[in-house]
T-cell receptor, first 115, second 113 residues
Framework: NAGVTQTPKFQVLKTGQSMTLQCAQD?????MYWYRQDPGMGLRLIYYSASEGTTDKGEVPNGYNVSRLNKREFSLRLESAAPSQTSVYFC??????????????FGPGTRLTVL | AQSVTQPDIHITVSEGASLELRCNYSYGATPYLFWYVQSPGQGLQLLLK??????LVQGIKGFEAEFKRSQSSFNLRKPSVHWSDAAEYFCAGRNNAGNMLTFGGGTRLMVKP
């Protein structure tokens, strides 16, 4: 039982390049989330998926797209990377849906640098 | 607007000393509140959570937190800190009808030998 896994762990991009961050969970959770973490700002929600087939914007969605590929996988895409997207990205999942009090389980993070 | 604030960016305590990390929230109704810990290079791990009922909640690793409605606070405490507690701690909140966690800015804890 690996929990929440993310790939890659590290990535360096040039401005304007695109990339996809992958996330998978093996806990049969319905809901999945993408956050970014910046110093002094805690974690901010980018997008979330309450269940398979649905996605919704979070607090900071601009410049990102997501795909809920199936129940296990939730990917985050940067179409044209900008230096402001340099951050650590975390994927998380929870079992009973976004409106429940169920805790969110976090992956180890992807450290992205955009030059 | 709903918000969670952690007033202390850094805290240093001696090993064996007691610890209190502050968290203040701003929500219209009683929120769901959480404390997470993040060790260097790792993801976040849930320490404890509060939804309703007893205002003193126990968590893992010997941590506890007390919900105080009158002070809009949910401070994290530990009676005796261990060197392995050095990490960054995040308070988070969510209203009972909402769908997003709001995180505080985090408090980095350093432990002196």
């Amino acid at each position: 039982n690996a929990g929440v896994t993310q790939t890659p762990k590290f990535q360096v991009l040039k401005t304007g390049q695109s990339m996809t961050l992958q996330c998978a969970q093996d806990m049969n959770h319905n809901s999945m989330y993408w956050y970014r973490q910046d110093p002094g700002m805690g974690l901010r929600l980018i997008y979330y998926s309450a269940s398979e087939g649905t996605t919704d914007k979070g607090e900071v969605p601009n410049g990102y797209n997501v795909s809920r590929l199936n129940k296990r996988e939730f990917s985050l895409r940067l179409e044209s990377a900008a230096p402001s997207q340099t951050s650590v990205y975390f994927c998380a999942s929870s079992g009973l849906g976004v409106a429940s009090y169920n805790e969110q389980f976090f992956g180890p993070g992807t450290r992205l640098t955009v030059l | 607007a709903q918000s969670v604030t952690q007033p202390d960016i850094h805290i240093t305590v001696s090993e064996g000393a007691s610890l209190e990390l502050r968290c203040n929230y701003s929500y219209g109704a009683t929120p769901y509140l959480f404390w997470y810990v993040q060790s260097p290079g790792q993801g976040l791990q849930l320490l404890l959570k509060y939804f309703s009922g007893d205002t003193l909640v126990q968590g893992i690793k010997g941590f506890e937190a007390e919900f105080k409605r009158s002070q809009s606070s949910f401070n994290l405490r530990k009676p005796s800190v261990h060197w392995s507690d050095a990490a960054e701690y995040f308070c988070a909140g969510r209203n009972n009808a909402g769908n997003m966690l709001t995180f505080g800015g985090g408090t980095r804890l350093m432990v002196k030998p």
